[in-house]
């Protein structure tokens, strides 16, 4: 079992930055693949970001977002610069064994979420 704790949301304005956290209670974090995924309300769960090794984004995000990892806290990253009011969403974070993928099926693991509102 994973558990997965996001923190680091907010309000902040357009333009602005935030970085998202990702705490995992896991022994073996570095097998995971991780990902951050986001909610709009009334829309449905979209990838924004994967980390295993190599790193993916969606092109909505990249150049502005940045994923990381540190596997000695267990911890993911999103950095999120150049923030726009379209990136009003829940930021989840997942988590999966093997490689990473764009689609929320693909993830054993999830957190709470963490809400993430830029103001025009």
């Known amino acids: 079992q994973v558990r997965l704790v996001e923190s680091g949301g907010g309000l902040v304005q357009a333009g602005g930055s935030l970085r998202l956290s990702c705490a995992a209670s896991v022994r073996t974090f570095n097998i995971y693949a991780m990902g951050w995924f986001r909610q709009a309300p009334g829309k449905e769960r979209e990838f924004v970001a994967g980390?295993?090794?190599?790193?993916n984004f969606a092109d909505s995000v990249k150049g502005r977002f940045t994923i990381s990892r540190d596997n000695a806290k267990n911890t993911v990253y999103l950095q999120m610069n150049n923030l726009k009011p379209e990136d009003t969403a829940v930021y989840y974070c997942?988590?999966?064994?093997?490689?990473?993928?764009?689609?929320?099926?693909?993830?054993?693991?999830w957190g709470q979420g963490t809400q993430v509102t830029v103001s025009s």
């Open positions: 980390i295993r090794g190599v790193t």
């Open positions: 997942a988590a999966r064994g093997g490689l990473v993928v764009a689609t929320p099926s693909g993830y054993d693991y």
